[in-house]
């Protein structure tokens, strides 16, 4: 029998990873909410790996319980994810994928383009993907990497808070409101730049990576339910930081009225 695989958290995201790994024959145990991963630690001290699958609110919580045992086990998934985020619970080298692929309940999973994934384990993670055929990539650098979270940032901020003033989906975003959606993603840049310690993003190439991504799946809505708080957070990151952000603002101000 080969290694078992713990995954942490019991959402969506987690059963399609999940069915990958059981499909390569991996047994794989689940952690909830209530489960003490302290325990199951000791009594699973070296899986083949530990993936993280819970929302962005509870990243931090679950790294702040993660047993050292698993520190060089460990896998990331989570949106609005960056380099600042783990290092900041002392892990050095986690296996990060950026997930390309959305899951509603219900539903089968929807590929937009492939999912990027670095680091010690990146290839049981491509493997597991693709044994369901959901597409992946194996990056080769932590710069590549680097750019993969900022782009997906910007992908979700730019459509979610430019969604909460013009609606629709993707392509009519970018049909029909291109200025509102450039300004939207240059704020999102501007914060990205701050949290990654960037001077000189590249504009250009994350607007591209984003159109990317607008042509694997053009009728996506832009505004999710998230959308409203993923607003909220970025702003406080933005006065954080000393950032004018005034499409950001102004998009603040006009749903606070309407609200």
């Not at 713990?6 to 399609?16: D, K, L, N, Q």
């Not at 940032?153 to 459509?159: F, G, M, P, Q, R």
């Not at 000189?200 to 996506?220: K, T």
């Amino acid at each position: 029998m080969k290694d078992p695989v713990v995954i942490i958290g019991m959402g969506e995201m987690a059963g399609v990873f999940a069915r990958g790994f059981l499909r390569l024959g991996h047994p794989v145990f689940p952690a909830s909410r209530e489960t003490s991963l302290s325990t199951m630690a000791g009594e699973l001290p070296t899986p083949a790996l530990v993936l993280v699958a819970v929302g962005e609110n509870d990243l931090h919580p679950v790294l702040e319980a993660l047993p050292s045992l698993w520190q060089e086990r460990v896998a990331l998934l989570q949106n609005e994810l960056l380099p600042r985020d783990w290092r900041s619970h002392d892990l050095v080298s986690p296996t990060v994928i950026s997930v390309w692929f959305e899951k509603k309940k219900g539903q089968e999973y929807k590929v937009l383009i492939p999912s990027p994934v670095y680091g010690p384990h990146a290839q049981l993670i491509a493997n597991a993907l693709d044994a369901i055929d959901i597409p992946c990539k194996v990056l080769e650098t932590a710069e590549e990497l680097e750019y993969e979270l900022v782009r997906k940032n910007v992908y979700i901020l730019t459509t979610n808070i430019a969604g909460l003033e013009a609606g629709g989906t993707v392509s009519e975003l970018w049909q029909n409101h291109e200025q509102l959606a450039r300004d939207v993603a240059n704020d999102v840049m501007d914060i990205q730049a701050y949290l990654t310690n960037v001077s000189n993003v590249n504009r250009q190439r994350l607007i591209d990576g984003m159109l990317e991504a607008f042509a694997g799946d053009p009728a996506h809505n832009c505004m999710g339910r998230s959308a409203p708080a993923r607003l909220a957070r970025i702003l406080e990151i933005a006065d954080q930081a000393g950032r004018e952000v005034k499409t950001l603002r102004a998009i603040h101000d006009k749903t606070a009225t309407v609200t």
